[in-house]
């Protein structure tokens, strides 16, 4: 890289608009700034090279200075808040309603929404906050908030630390705010330097001039917000890890207790009791949305849980002892917490069947009298009942949610809510098979010449909760990101970096001011200090600019 010598001695690194010293504008580089055309000095950067400006020559200064780019962050930023948009249009997968005639994505959303639900799943758009583009989108918006950071702050730090009071004449010339006195005495230089001291200015000198600053601090305002957004997109990218989030859902049935997802088999839930209440319908308060809605309306769901811990007992291959780690009631917005998991109450299922009896009689007895009876558990259903008198019948197909879908019969859910079989009845010391087709309401004889007829005499049924478990470890850090940010936001807004030039130029002492900010307060500042002296007010030269 060739350095740049100003005529002060100060070397400066090529790409330099103002010298780094003293002020004066570089030749041939006041086009990268737009000094070239401007009677006042572009001071965003006071001047200072920056990386994307200075080298353009390998992939690496190219990417660089793609990425520096505001205005690529800028739709990076744009692009990302429209496909977000996109994303709500219709539920993602994983908030698919429980009463859905399928939680089958490719079901759902074409069932649902139609055409344009068919689409909305083709593209991707049921997963679209996990999916591997929006992630790169996120990450491509941080690439760019940290390049952004970099090639400013660093240089704009180093020229700021470095800056001296004395400064080139064409430099204080050219600030927005400048003017001239002839023949200031000393005793009124001191009482300017005394009242800006007064008003919480930092005095430096150099044989004879004067920089007042103050509020420099608020010049690294954005770079604070860059740095919380910075932790929010970390956060949001860990957020999509099983180590920091977690978001499942589990059903469990009274009495049942089951094993926590996500919890790697280390902890188990048991559902004593499931409680639902709903609303008096002879309630003047709530007889017309209950008549409305045409059904009963609850006005609390719970589970009565117990939490079960895995004992440690460090034996390979041994039965899992469980201890009790914490019961309580999950109710509707009142979650249940224990070691950094939330388990809320989202959902419930009535009557669910757990268990099934059936008779088997012959198809031309009136009185339906039982030849003999078996038992199913619809949460293990097995493939062969032997009966005492000889006849064996098996499930050739169960469908624990049946329904008929175009013509075709199928189950809705793997959980046994509408039960339906399709039985192989094999009577003794035959060879002839008989089908039948048996559930809730529904008795058919597949052939028409059965012989044998099964019915349903009873059923056992039960409650289901449905159970979001959650763990979120990435909330401290959009937090921290949070506070960082709006760190940031109040160091830039409430606070201007303030810089007063006092320049003695033979009889003559010329005064300049440049502020990021509030520039009618830095006019105040400089009419208190100029109070009761011959020094002339400054000026606004952005007038002459235009």
């Not at 991707?124 to 996990?130: A, E, P, R, T």
């Not at 957020?239 to 589990?250: C, I, K, M, S």
């Not at 509408?418 to 060879?431: C, H, I, S, T």
């Not at 529904?442 to 052939?447: C, F, G, H, L, S």
Request: with cysteine; charged share 25%.
């Amino acid at each position: 890289m060739n350095n740049i010598k100003c005529e002060c001695g100060h070397v400066n690194p090529e790409g330099t608009v103002l010298c780094e010293a003293c002020g004066k504008p570089i030749e041939k580089n006041q086009h990268i700034d737009g000094n070239d055309t401007k009677k006042l000095l572009n001071m965003r950067y006071d001047g200072t090279a920056r990386r994307s400006q200075t080298y353009n020559k390998s992939f690496i200064d190219k990417t660089w200075a793609f990425f520096s780019s505001v205005k690529v962050g800028v739709w990076l930023i744009v692009i990302a808040l429209i496909a977000s948009a996109i994303g709500t249009i219709y539920p993602q997968q994983q908030y698919i309603p429980t009463d859905a005639i399928s939680r089958d994505p490719a079901v759902f959303y074409e069932d649902r929404y139609g055409i344009f639900g068919k689409i909305f799943y083709q593209l991707g758009l049921h997963n679209l906050y996990s999916s591997w583009w929006y992630m790169l989108l996120i990450a491509l918006i941080g690439v760019s908030l940290v390049i952004c950071s970099l090639d400013r702050f660093v240089p704009l730090y180093k020229a700021l630390k470095r800056q001296k009071p004395k400064r080139h004449k064409t430099f204080i010339s050219r600030q927005r705010f400048y003017s001239e006195t002839d023949n200031v005495s000393d005793d009124e230089v001191e009482q300017l330097k005394t009242e800006l001291q007064r008003q919480r200015y930092k005095i430096s000198e150099d044989n004879g001039h004067i920089l007042a600053e103050k509020g420099r601090f608020s010049r690294w305002g954005p770079y604070v917000n860059h740095i919380g957004l910075i932790i929010i997109l970390i956060a949001a990218l860990l957020r999509t890890t099983p180590l920091f989030y977690l978001d499942q859902y589990v059903w469990v049935r009274e009495g049942e207790q089951v094993v926590i997802p996500g919890t790697d088999g280390e902890y188990f839930i048991e559902n004593k009791k499931f409680i639902l209440e709903t609303y008096d319908e002879n309630d003047e308060r709530f007889k017309e949305a209950i008549k409305k809605q045409g059904e009963m309306i609850p006005s609390n769901f719970q589970t009565n849980a117990i939490i079960y811990k895995v004992k440690d007992d460090g034996v390979v291959g041994s039965t899992k002892e469980l201890e009790k780690v914490k019961e309580d009631e999950i109710r509707l917005n009142h979650p249940l917490k224990f070691d950094g998991y939330t388990l809320y109450q989202a959902g419930y299922q009535l009557n669910e069947f757990t268990s099934m009896s059936f008779k088997l009689h012959k198809t031309d007895d009136p009185e339906e009298k039982a030849i003999d009876t078996f038992q199913i558990d619809l949460t293990n259903p097995k493939n062969e009942y032997k009966l005492d008198n000889g006849f064996v019948v098996k499930i050739d197909d169960y469908l624990p949610d049946y329904e008929l879908y175009n013509g075709q019969p199928k189950s809705k859910t793997n959980y046994p809510r509408n039960p339906a079989f399709v039985f192989l009845v094999y009577p003794p010391n035959k060879d002839d098979v008989e089908i039948s087709f048996a559930g809730i309401g529904r008795n058919i004889d597949a052939t028409g010449e059965n012989e044998y007829k099964l019915g349903i005499t009873d059923f056992d049924v039960r409650n289901a909760s449905g159970l979001t478990v959650r763990r979120d470890y990435t909330l401290p850090l959009f937090g921290l990101g949070a506070l960082i940010f709006m760190i940031g936001v109040i160091q830039g807004m409430y606070w201007q970096h303030r810089r007063i030039w006092i320049h003695p130029n033979q009889n003559t002492l010329l005064l300049a001011a440049h502020t990021n900010k509030n520039w009618f307060g830095l006019k105040k500042d400089i009419e208190k200090a100029i109070a009761n002296t011959s020094v002339n007010n400054v000026s606004d030269q952005q007038e002459l600019d235009k």
